[in-house]
């Protein structure tokens, strides 16, 4: 069973720094698209980066330069990343890991379909207060 849980969410001050881990387990293949979505209240379902398992990456246009998302490896286990840099408020949304492994994910990868991978944690919350 693929399980995804995240952590690292919290509160910050605009300018400021958070990073977002994302805990994979449950699963055996070597190839992947994993990556991170955000929902802010009264929003639409964002993607905001993602990466393969050939290690390239893409970001959202209202990410590029703050934002670098990394996976790495330990004992099997995908660990996915999200550094977020020069936080500002409104990057304030609950934020989800996604993970496929389909023949669509690379297509919903490089669309920015993120939120449509077939796996995703339960979200953890990130407010950037002005």
């Known amino acids: 069973q693929v399980q995804l849980v995240e952590s690292g969410g919290g509160s910050v001050q605009a300018g400021g720094s958070l990073r977002l881990s994302c805990a994979t387990s449950g699963y055996t293949y070597s190839a992947y698209c994993m990556g991170w979505f955000r929902q802010a209240p009264g929003k639409e379902r964002e993607g905001v980066a993602g990466?393969?398992?050939?290690?390239?990456?893409?970001?959202a246009d209202s990410v590029k330069g703050r934002f670098s998302v990394t996976v790495s490896k330990d004992n099997k286990k995908n660990t996915l990343y999200l550094q977020m840099n020069s936080l500002k408020p409104e990057d304030t949304a609950m934020y989800y890991c996604?993970?496929?492994?389909?023949?669509?994910?690379?297509?919903?990868?490089?669309?920015?379909?993120?939120?449509?991978?077939?796996?995703r944690g339960q979200g953890t919350q990130v407010t950037v207060s002005s």
């Open positions: 996604a993970v496929d492994f389909g023949p669509d994910s690379r297509h919903f990868l490089a669309t920015m379909r993120i939120s449509q991978f077939g796996y």
């Open positions: 990466i393969d398992s050939d290690g390239s990456t893409i970001y």
